[in-house]
């Protein structure tokens, strides 16, 4: 087992990456758009990976064929018919729902000494840790309340790093959404995207699912 010369912490994005709640999110908005006769794709919802609820449903609604007028009000009542829908479906999660590879990959970078952080964009981020079981994987779960800004902006793994206490250049970022990779770019930490290679043309390193994470692999390339 070699040791890093450098790297600090790595912090991981949760849904689409820990467990695969961006299905279930993808399933809630198809519901929604169903519900209100707007098209929507799969490779449409790739948009929305990362994005805060609100900012997906204008996502979503700017893909009707005529555009909708909608009150603050009546925007916030979709928004939580999504989550609605949406908690419903993570209520079935359970420790056997954590992706491949994952519970090997934190163990392995724990046993190291190197610290784990989860930097979620999403509210419903602790029940789904809680479902999971998996709450001692992570030395910190970013509070996305306490935020002022969405992924793009840096602002969730800066956040996490420093509530680590760790240099966010001797970070490891990892990530699903094209949105979160150019989080954790802007945060000046190492990125490693989880998906296909042609939505990531920012990360350092694209990997095509969790099975195949490994910190050695990513430790040749980081340190
Ligand atoms: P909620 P992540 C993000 O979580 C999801 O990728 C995105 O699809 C979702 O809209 C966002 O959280 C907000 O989630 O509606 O539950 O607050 O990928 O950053 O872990
Ligand atoms: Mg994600």
Same mark, same amino acid.
Not at 54 to 65: P, V
Not at 81 to 92: A, S, V
């Given at each position: 087992?070699?040791?890093?010369?450098?790297?600090?912490? +790595?912090?991981?994005?949760?849904?689409?990456?820990?467990?695969?709640?961006?299905?279930?999110?993808?399933?809630?908005?198809?519901?929604?758009?169903?519900?209100?006769?707007?098209?929507?794709?799969?490779?449409?919802?790739?948009?929305?990976?990362?994005?805060?609820?609100?900012?997906?449903?204008?996502?979503?609604?700017?893909?009707?064929?005529?555009?909708?007028?909608?009150?603050?009000?009546?925007?916030?009542?979709?928004?939580?018919?999504?989550?609605?829908?949406?908690?419903?479906?993570?209520?079935?999660?359970?420790?056997?729902?954590?992706?491949?590879?994952?519970?090997?990959?934190?163990?392995?970078?724990?046993?190291?000494?190197?610290?784990?952080?989860?930097?979620?964009?999403?509210?419903?981020?602790?029940?789904?840790?809680?479902?999971?079981?998996?709450?001692?994987?992570?030395?910190?779960?970013?509070?996305?309340?306490?935020?002022?800004?969405?992924?793009?902006?840096?602002?969730?793994?800066?956040?996490?790093?420093?509530?680590?206490?760790?240099?966010?250049?001797?970070?490891?970022? +990892?990530?699903?959404?094209?949105?979160?990779?150019?989080?954790?770019?802007?945060?000046?930490?190492?990125?490693?995207?989880?998906?296909?290679?042609?939505?990531?043309?920012?990360?350092?390193?694209?990997?095509?699912?969790?099975?195949?994470?490994?910190?050695?692999?990513?430790?040749?390339?980081?340190?």
């Amino acid at each position: 087992m070699s040791t890093s010369n450098s790297l600090q912490a +790595v912090i991981f994005d949760l849904d689409g990456v820990i467990t695969d709640t961006a299905e279930y999110h993808y399933q809630a908005w198809k519901a929604l758009a169903d519900e209100l006769g707007i098209s929507f794709s799969r490779e449409f919802n790739e948009n929305l990976k990362g994005v805060s609820r609100i900012d997906s449903l204008k996502l979503l609604l700017g893909q009707a064929a005529s555009p909708l007028s909608l009150t603050e009000e009546e925007m916030v009542r979709l928004a939580d018919r999504k989550n609605g829908l949406y908690q419903k479906l993570i209520e079935q999660i359970t420790p056997a729902d954590l992706l491949p590879g994952i519970p090997e990959f934190i163990a392995d970078i724990r046993q190291r000494g190197i610290k784990v952080g989860l930097a979620s964009a999403s509210k419903n981020a602790q029940f789904v840790v809680n479902r999971l079981e998996a709450e001692d994987y992570f030395d910190v779960i970013v509070d996305v309340t306490k935020l002022k800004r969405n992924k793009p902006d840096p602002e969730i793994f800066v956040t996490a790093a420093a509530l680590l206490g760790a240099d966010p250049g001797k970070c490891i970022g +990892v990530e699903d959404a094209a949105s979160g990779v150019d989080a954790i770019k802007g945060a000046k930490m190492f990125a490693v995207a989880v998906g296909r290679e042609a939505l990531f043309p920012h990360a350092d390193i694209v990997l095509p699912d969790t099975s195949r994470l490994r910190l050695d692999d990513l430790l040749r390339h980081f340190d």
